[in-house]
């Protein structure tokens, strides 16, 4: 569905805008109206030519041409999700205001690895924070009642049921991330099923992103000897790396997911 969008009056002096063709100018801005509401639109040119040029004898290769010179601009990014392909406008927050957005397409993975890096620092951040201002004699109590709220309670109404279109896309595509066929070769809907709950915990932020990698790279390096349980390795890792850094049991996180429909309907295919 086309949307309204905002032009600022310094769009039309920008020098990265100016460097391009008028035409590709022109499919720049027609692209806001076109694309969700995080600035991402699926990556076709023949869809682009009916939304924006409808009634003009251009060829595909014509458009193609002008979101090369979008994307060697640095106006539009192309990336890939499970496969498919899609461009995103790169100064979209910086520009645009939208109050309830939709958002019908997922994050880059360089956005979606950028968001959960500084969650984790954050958190870190907060928590070390936290730590100082209270006294010596405190500490201990401190210590302990940090890792007691880190538990998670499975009553606790913290399912992705609860959370936005964007977030779902993001568990989807760090699962394929993470979890690449080439490591897991052999997966069965309980394994998709069990990584979509992984990247899940990873998104909500009950799950540090640090532990996964570890995790993954312990499996990496076991590369001249095939594992015939990748799986299993890699909840063995992921359990130690919990323990070892004094958080939650892998059991009690996994208590507290409860994946939407769609996420387990996708599991099964």
Sequence with gaps: MARNRMIKPEFWTSEQVVECSPNARLLFVGLWNFSDDAGRHPESTRRVKMEIFPGDPFSLDDIQRWVNELIKAGLIQRYEVEGAGYWAV??????????????????????????????????????????????????????????????????????????SEEQTANVRASANRLFPKKTFPNKTPEDREYFLKLATLLVIGRLPELCLVDSLEAIKRRTGKPLKKPVAYLTQCVKEWLKKNNQPPLSQLLAGVKLPELLRQSANH
């Design 90 to 163: 790169t100064g979209w927050k910086k520009h645009q205001r939208i109050e309830k957005p939709t958002i019908r397409h997922p994050s880059p993975p360089s956005e979606l690895e950028a968001e959960n890096r500084r969650a984790v620092v954050e958190r870190s951040s907060s928590g070390r924070r936290a730590v100082a201002s209270k006294g010596k004699e405190e500490k201990g109590k401190e210590e302990k009642g940090k890792e007691e709220k880190q538990m998670v309670d499975p009553s606790r109404d913290d399912h992705l049921d609860n959370h």
